[in-house]
């Protein structure tokens, strides 16, 4: 893919076309989070350490310096987070486009194999629990039906 070229959903469809996306888009991003965080720490650190304003309360001056820093932090939180949504677009795409027909398919088969009688074919849940559950308690639970 050139440049000049733009990502497309078709794009998207190949798994390898979607590992290339990924790995360019967190070598974008990746310096853009390093260089913003870089630069709130040192602006957070430049207005804390600015003299009061006349008229402030004891710690306003601290307040007004962490409430303006704040957004570039979260400029950069949020760069990073679409780092890990892109990733989750990967793995959800994966599974749900690529992997959920083959599942589904192996489920049919397995489900074919059991109703021609195939005994390999059929899973056995754990056997054995209920009779030991009346032997336990006796007769006590024989009248009951459930839902009643």
């Known amino acids: ?33 390093d260089d913003l965080r870089r630069l709130a720490r040192e602006m957070e650190a430049e207005l804390k350490e600015m003299e009061s304003i006349e008229g402030d309360f004891p710690g306003q001056a601290m307040f007004r310096a962490w409430r303006v ?14 780092l890990v949504d892109l990733v989750s677009f990967n793995a959800r795409y994966q599974k749900a486009y690529e992997e959920l027909p083959v599942n589904r398919e192996e489920k049919r ?9 195939q005994p390999e074919a059929i899973e056995s849940g754990p056997s054995g629990t209920v009779p030991a559950q009346k032997q336990e308690f006796g ?3 024989d009248g009951l039906k459930r839902g009643a």
């Open 1 to 33: 893919m050139t440049s000049a070229d733009k990502w497309t959903p078709d794009h998207l469809m190949d798994p390898a076309t979607r590992a290339i996306h990924l790995e360019q888009r967190r070598a974008q991003l990746l310096p853009i989070v």
């Open 69 to 82: 820093g704040k957004p570039l932090f979260k400029a950069a939180d949020d760069l990073d987070q679409a």
């Open 109 to 117: 088969r397995r489900k074919a194999l059991a109703k021609a009688g």
């Open 139 to 141: 007769d006590v639970f």
